[in-house]
Structure formats: C-alpha cells, structure tokens
C-alpha cells in the first residue's frame, strides 16, 4: 500500500485536542437539593459509564478523514500480452488421387486427406511436438478442378477445425482436377484484404503472410498458371511453403469392386515436384516432400519453427483507492474508508441527540 500525500498523516497529533475539550472543565448549571450525599453511594449507569463513546465516535471520524486525505492506493499489478501473429492460408488438395491410402493414423492406413486434416489440426490447435497458433489469423481453402473458399482468416480456431472436418475429396468427374494456380489465387487476394479490412488487426498486429499449399498431384485445370500466381504472391510479400504429399509412383486407391464392395487398386500418382519448387523459389518459401503421416508431421514443426509468433509482455501498475474503493484483503473485504467516516458522523450526531443526550 501507498500514499499519495503521506505528510498529510501529521494532522493526527492534533486528534489528542478531541479529547482535551471534552474532558475540559466546564461550568455547569447549579441545582439546589439538600444533599447528594445518597447518590454517591448509587454507582454510575451504564449510559453514563458509556457516555465516552461520543469522543472516540468524533476520534474515529476525523482520524479517518485525515487518512482518506492522505489517499492511501493499493497497487495492483496488471499484465498483459502483445502479440505479432502470422496471417496463414492453408491451401489444401481434395481431389480424387488424395485417396491413396499411403498414410496412417493411429496405427491404421487411412487416406492423404485424412492424414492432412489430423496433422493440420494439431498444427493449429496444438499436439504431439506441435504447440499451436492461438495468436494467428489462420484461414483455408481447398481445390481440385476449382479453388474454393472454405474459411477466412479468423482467430477462432475452433471454427477452423470444424470447416476442416467437412472438407470432402471430389467425388464428381466435372469437379475433379488440380487447380493450383487458382487456389493460390485466391489465398492471395484473402491476404490481401488484410491491408483493407484493419478492424481484424485491432488486437493482432501481423509480423508476416504466408500460404502453406498441400498437394499430391500436377496443375491441371484452372485459369491461372501456377507460376503467375506466385508471382502474384511474391508482389504481395506472400511467402508460399510447398508440400508434396504421396508416394512416387504407384499408389493404393479405394474403388467400387464388382459386388458392390471397395477394393484397393494400385493406380500411378505422380508429384510435379518441379512447379511445386518453382513456386516456393519464387515467393522465398521451401518445399517438403511428405510421404507418410509422420514426415507430414516433422513438415509442419519445421513451419511452426520458421514462423514463430513474437510476443511481447508489458506489465501496468494499477492503483485503487482505498479511501472510496475499499479493500480486498481476501479473507475479509474492508469497505471504503469515507463510507466508515459517514457511519461514525451519524452515530456521534444521533447519539448525541438521543441516548447521550445532556439536559441542560
């Protein structure tokens, strides 16, 4: 606890002055009786034994009033965190080739979209060596023959996930392909909005951009070619880190068997390695190769390293006054000391005038 003006605690000398007037002599209105000799011998009441509660009510008052002058403050130390976070679209491959069951997922061989919806959820939300990105703007999109916007970039990272989990592989021939150019595209213009939209930046202030783009297969389809479209993100200051997902060569995909069933199916797959490391080269990023569940994991935990979120912790002093905004003490809260000052004026002035009343 602290004091704002400490000297102001010398005025309680004169609280002795208090009880100097009011044991003074004073001259009193004489009546005549014959004797009192009777009543000496009667003991005192207890209205009179406790008629110096009016002194200590005014002692209390004043003392306290020159406290709440002195204007004791309890300091209350407040921290808090700023943080430079990442703005990160994912960019994230859902056509038909990302059913080859080339990963595995708890000990049981699952497909390449499965492996990346895990493996991305630990990335954002935290697990095995990963810690998570609470502090980043993260949003999504997926493609195949066309780019489509699955989530913006947000903080709510819950919601992430979610929209994560509903992603599907491409099931219809009109919409299978592989439009990298075009997926790039778009993450490209929703970091861009960044520099449009400020309100999203009011509690995170943005060290970098970057695009994580996961794909198994070649351009195909699409507009915009790939090589245009990091040269689009390298304008923009967008660094775009490549990752190549899938066994070289031959691969087991799930198709419908001749009762009905599923049966696996060895079909060739083949990674463009070449654009996915044009593009990397291009925008100042790096480019993996994943494939199993484990090197998609070590993948992201490089990233994590490469883009680490800074913070920067600012601790504030905050000062409540006691003397109108009481104190906690944890196991018993005081309350303001001007408010104990206005009881103990009362008290003295109803007392006074009622129970300690004197006549004349």
Same mark, same amino acid.
């Given at each position: 606890?602290?004091?704002?003006?400490?000297?102001?605690?010398?005025?309680?000398?004169?609280?002795?002055?208090?009880?100097?007037?009011?044991?003074?002599?004073?001259?009193?209105?004489?009546?005549?009786?014959?004797?009192?000799?009777? $009543?000496?011998?009667?003991?005192?009441?207890?209205?009179?034994?406790?008629?110096?509660? !009016?002194?200590?009510?005014?002692?209390?008052?004043?003392?306290?009033?020159?406290?709440?002058?002195?204007?004791?403050?309890? =300091?209350? +130390?407040?921290?808090?965190?700023?943080?430079? =976070?990442?703005?990160?679209?994912?960019?994230?491959?859902?056509?038909?080739?990302?059913?080859?069951?080339?990963?595995?997922?708890? #000990?049981?061989?699952?497909?390449?979209?499965?492996?990346?919806?895990?493996?991305?959820?630990?990335?954002?939300?935290?697990?095995?060596?990963?810690?998570?990105?609470?502090?980043? $703007?993260?949003?999504?999109?997926?493609?195949? #023959?066309?780019?489509?916007?699955?989530?913006?970039?947000?903080?709510?990272?819950?919601?992430?996930?979610?929209?994560?989990?509903?992603?599907?592989?491409?099931?219809?021939?009109?919409?299978?392909?592989?439009?990298?150019?075009?997926?790039?595209?778009?993450?490209?213009?929703?970091?861009?909005?960044?520099?449009?939209?400020?309100?999203?930046? +009011?509690?995170?202030?943005?060290?970098?951009?970057?695009?994580?783009?996961?794909?198994? =297969?070649?351009?195909?389809?699409?507009?915009?070619?790939?090589?245009?479209?990091?040269?689009?993100?390298? /304008?923009?200051? !967008?660094?775009?880190? /490549?990752?190549?997902?899938?066994?070289? #060569? $031959?691969?087991?995909?799930?198709?419908?068997?001749?009762?009905?069933?599923?049966?696996?199916?060895?079909?060739?797959?083949?990674?463009?390695?070449? /654009? $996915?490391?044009? !593009?990397?080269?291009?925008?100042?990023?790096?480019?993996?190769?994943?494939?199993?569940?484990?090197?998609?994991?070590?993948?992201?935990?490089?990233?994590?390293?490469?883009?680490?979120?800074?913070?920067? +912790?600012?601790?504030?002093?905050?000062?409540?006054?006691?003397?109108?905004?009481?104190?906690?003490? =944890?196991?018993?809260?005081?309350?303001?000391?001007?408010?104990?000052?206005?009881?103990?004026?009362?008290?003295? !002035?109803?007392?006074?005038?009622?129970?300690?009343?004197?006549?004349?």
């Amino acid at each position: 606890m602290t004091w704002q003006y400490p000297w102001m605690l010398s005025l309680l000398v004169l609280l002795p002055l208090i009880w100097w007037r009011w044991l003074a002599p004073k001259p009193h209105s004489a009546v005549r009786f014959s004797s009192i000799n009777w $009543l000496k011998h009667q003991g005192g009441s207890f209205r009179v034994k406790s008629r110096h509660i !009016i002194p200590m009510l005014r002692t209390l008052s004043v003392g306290l009033l020159i406290v709440c002058l002195a204007r004791p403050q309890k =300091g209350n +130390e407040e921290t808090r965190v700023f943080s430079e =976070g990442v703005a990160i679209q994912m960019v994230v491959d859902r056509s038909s080739s990302m059913r080859a069951m080339d990963f595995n997922v708890d #000990g049981r061989p699952v497909d390449r979209l499965t492996a990346v919806k895990k493996v991305f959820e630990e990335f954002v939300m935290g697990g095995e060596d990963l810690d998570g990105r609470p502090d980043d $703007l993260i949003g999504m999109v997926s493609f195949a #023959g066309f780019a489509d916007g699955q989530c913006p970039l947000t903080l709510d990272h819950a919601y992430l996930v979610s929209t994560l989990s509903q992603i599907e592989i491409a099931g219809e021939r009109a919409e299978d392909g592989t439009a990298i150019g075009d997926a790039i595209a778009l993450a490209v213009l929703r970091l861009g909005d960044l520099d449009r939209k400020r309100g999203i930046l +009011e509690a995170n202030k943005i060290k970098s951009k970057i695009i994580i783009l996961l794909t198994d =297969g070649e351009s195909n389809r699409g507009e915009i070619p790939p090589a245009k479209a990091a040269e689009l993100a390298a /304008t923009d200051g !967008i660094k775009i880190y /490549t990752i190549g997902a899938g066994t070289t #060569g $031959l691969a087991q995909i799930p198709v419908p068997g001749p009762f009905g069933n599923t049966v696996l199916q060895r079909i060739r797959v083949t990674v463009d390695e070449k /654009t $996915l490391k044009q !593009i990397a080269a291009t925008t100042g990023g790096r480019f993996w190769r994943a494939t199993d569940t484990d090197s998609l994991r070590e993948i992201y935990t490089e990233i994590d390293a490469l883009e680490k979120t800074e913070t920067e +912790e600012k601790r504030y002093m905050q000062y409540a006054e006691i003397a109108t905004e009481g104190l906690d003490l =944890g196991w018993v809260n005081i309350p303001p000391i001007l408010v104990i000052v206005l009881i103990a004026v009362a008290l003295e !002035i109803v007392l006074a005038n009622t129970r300690f009343r004197k006549i004349p």
